[in-house]
């Protein structure tokens, strides 16, 4: 079955990206020359996604505004002698559908999800965290792969992964494979945040995930947790306990993830995507030698 639906969720705080967050969305910060969350849409739609619903929450119509047309915008360029500048905007006009709705309470990820269930009905879905960015320009294509998973095996979930360095497991979801993973590999775990020490593997979840709807009846009945948040890693925990088919699909190595959710990677991810502008990369670099000299 092909799938042509991702839910976006936009709605978290970014508490650790303030005082940046305090009236912009952390989704629209700018990574070289798009706003996060452009360079997730931009992704989807290579992988095949043709309706997209954002998980939106208070003070993030900007995120709407960005995905509009804007008429007006495009008049001004075309009477000012702009029109070389147009192409910048033609974004707008992606062959694709965009839905938002609120999350009316921050009850984590989680909840953000299962704020997507009227929408998405019987049928699997896409998640990509709007967040995070996955390769640079069109590096990859992981969203695609874990369809074709996802298809293959009549999956119940199937979800990116990245080998993290060991002090890092502590910020993410991590799996225990079934066997010796490859670079697909059935999940036995998943378990939130471990310690170094009870960590099962390196490997962390990477802001991507594909789901048949029977992850709605897991959110359903997954407690809120730390912080009073309804943690999606806890239903992904459930649905392998109740014999789901949940795989790994793993990051190639040029695949990195970039998260814009924490100043540290934030600065990272703007670095590289800046050193690798085909117009300003070699003008950043020599600069930034300067500096470092
Ligand atoms: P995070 O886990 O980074 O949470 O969200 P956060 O609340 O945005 O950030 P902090 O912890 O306060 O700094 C990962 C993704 O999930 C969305 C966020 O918008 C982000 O794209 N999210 C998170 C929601 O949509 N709703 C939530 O309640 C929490």
């Given at each position: 079955m092909s799938i042509d639906l991702a839910v976006v969720p936009v709605?978290?705080?970014?508490?650790?990206?303030l005082p940046l967050t305090k009236s912009q969305p952390?989704?629209?910060?700018?990574v070289g020359r798009r706003p996060v969350v452009q360079h997730v849409v931009e992704e989807m739609v290579r992988s095949g996604v043709r309706r997209i619903l954002f998980i939106t929450g208070a003070a993030k119509s900007a995120i709407e505004n960005h995905f509009d047309i804007d008429a007006e915008l495009i008049a001004h360029l075309r009477e000012t002698g702009k029109?070389?500048?147009l192409a910048e905007l033609a974004f707008e006009r992606e062959n694709v559908d965009y839905f938002f709705t609120r999350q009316r309470r921050q009850l984590g990820l989680g909840h953000a999800v299962l704020c997507a269930a009227p929408m998405v009905g019987d049928a699997p879905f896409v998640v990509a965290l709007g967040d995070s960015i996955i390769g640079m320009g069109d590096a990859s294509d992981v969203t695609r792969r874990m369809i074709d998973e996802f298809d293959r095996r009549s999956a119940d979930a199937v979800i990116a992964f990245q080998e993290v360095p060991a002090?890092?497991?502590?910020?993410y979801g991590i799996a225990e494979s079934d066997g010796k993973p490859g670079d697909v590999f059935r999940l036995k775990r998943i378990v939130e945040k471990p310690s170094v020490k009870e960590a099962p593997s390196r490997l962390a979840v990477a802001a991507r995930y594909v789901f048949s709807p029977k992850i709605f009846a897991m959110l359903r009945q997954t407690q809120a947790g730390k912080a009073n948040e309804i943690q999606l890693t806890d239903a992904i925990q459930h649905l392998i306990a109740s014999g789901g088919g949940v795989y790994g699909v793993r990051l190639a190595p040029g695949e990195l993830r970039y998260d814009i959710g924490n100043y540290e990677s934030y600065f990272r991810a703007f670095l590289e995507f800046a050193l690798a502008d085909p117009q300003y990369g070699g003008e950043v670099r020599a600069a930034l030698k300067r500096i470092l000299d």
């Open positions: 709605a978290g705080r970014g508490t650790r990206l952390k989704e629209m910060l700018p029109e070389d500048l002090e890092e497991v502590v910020h």
